[in-house]
């Protein structure tokens, strides 16, 4: 295939920053769309020209570093799906194709399509932890969890922290990510100790990073590529609800 490519060019995150086209060719649909990127720096570096800068890591749909949009969606066309592991099959000869990074105020461009996640780093060390007792390891059926628990906790712990939520929302919310770090603590025995002081200083270190509120518009669950369903926003509004009650009344009693 033969391809036109209009991709985000910013030099530094105090650069204006501009689209760019480039002309790819005898583009292979067996290629991943970041093998297809590869080709092009190839040929950029050949001829003196800077490569295109952009995140990748694993290239297997795990680690969440391949963040871009591309033709306006997060990780491109193809649902439940990274942008490493879509395929050039899925577009067609003669496409023009836009490349961009995430855009939020949370995630200031580094530099081309690399942007700068440590905010999530941020509301993980807010609460991303459970208290647990060194040593072994305990028993694998001591501690009896519910099916219906452990499915939701699961499903929630699939998220790759990819940022997939964040570029969707039309506010920049992050709430997608929090609530599933949230839930898959929350859910789990292990996690009740700080289950309350844990939605709250994840959600004030959400805010004070920067990420916009949510207002369930509903757009990050569909560019989630692992589906992280919008129910876990609803069980982190509860949770909070909860513990923002719990932490009024404790302060009533010590006043």
């Known amino acids: 295939m033969n391809l036109t490519l209009r991709i985000w060019r910013q030099q530094g995150p105090q650069d204006k920053g501009r689209m760019v086209s480039y002309q790819v060719t005898d583009v292979s649909p067996d290629m991943s769309f970041l093998e297809m990127l590869d080709v092009l720096n190839e040929r950029l570096i050949l001829e003196g020209e800077e490569p295109v800068a952009f995140d990748h890591d694993c290239r297997e749909g795990i680690c969440g570093a391949c963040s ?100 969707a929302c039309p506010n920049g919310s992050a709430m997608l990510f929090t609530a599933a770090k949230i839930t898959h603590l929350g859910l789990m025995p292990q996690g009740q100790p700080e289950r309350d002081s844990r939605v709250l200083d994840m959600v004030a270190a959400h805010d004070e990073a920067g990420f916009g509120g949510c207002t369930n518009a509903g757009e990050c669950t569909p560019a989630c590529p692992k589906g992280i369903p919008l129910a876990t926003i609803g069980r982190l509004n509860r949770d909070f609800l909860a513990a923002s009650r719990k932490r009024s009344g404790e302060t009533a009693t010590a006043g």
């Open 68 to 167: 871009m949009v591309i033709n306006g969606t997060p990780h491109g066309p193809q649902k439940m799906t990274t942008t490493c592991q879509l395929h050039m099959r899925t577009f067609s000869d003669g496409d023009t194709i836009d490349i961009e990074p995430w855009r939020a105020k949370a995630f200031p461009v580094i530099k081309d399509l690399v942007v700068n996640r440590g905010a999530f780093d941020k509301i993980i060390q807010a609460g991303g932890y459970i208290s647990a007792p060194t040593g072994s390891a305990p028993e694998a059926h001591a501690t009896p969890v519910p099916k219906a628990d452990a499915d939701a906790a699961f499903e929630a712990a699939e998220c790759i922290g990819c940022g997939a939520c964040v570029a």
